[in-house]
């Protein structure tokens, strides 16, 4: 009875493990920034949309002199953790990670839900070359932000009428 037991455990283990959802946000955002670290670029069009896929180009055209043996040492220690997302709408979800060792200027990632040629629905990372230029502020770290100064006019010179 014990080996059935274990067996149908295993089983249901097994279950479990395969029906894990690898299209969540959570899950394209963790394998978007492993690819990325691996330097495969790719794999990171494959999980991203248009808009990035330019902004990969670039980062691919300076990693393609980076011996392999290096981007093998970089993939075995990064780490992800996501500490949060947070759904703006039906079909864009913002998710905060935190990565060991750093390797973007940004914490954040905006995935979109696009339909694909099959007709499945798909989370895509979404970075702009605008979103990084223009200071959105959904990218910038805190520790980043620029600090607000009040700019008082300076003194006018006026006409005393004596």
Known sequence: MKKYTSLLLLLVATLIWSCKNTNSPQAVTEKFLNSFVQMDYETAKSLSTKNTWELLDIWASFAKDIP???KKQKAESFKVKITDNKRE????VIITYTTEPKI???NKLRLLR?????GRERWKVDISTLDLIGGEELYIEE?????EVERVPADTIRDKED
């Open 143 to 147: 520790e980043q932000k620029a600090i």
């Open 89 to 92: 709408s039906d079909s864009t």
């Open 68 to 70: 392999e043996s290096v």
């Open 114 to 118: 696009q339909t694909d040629i099959e």
């Open 104 to 106: 973007l200027p940004f």
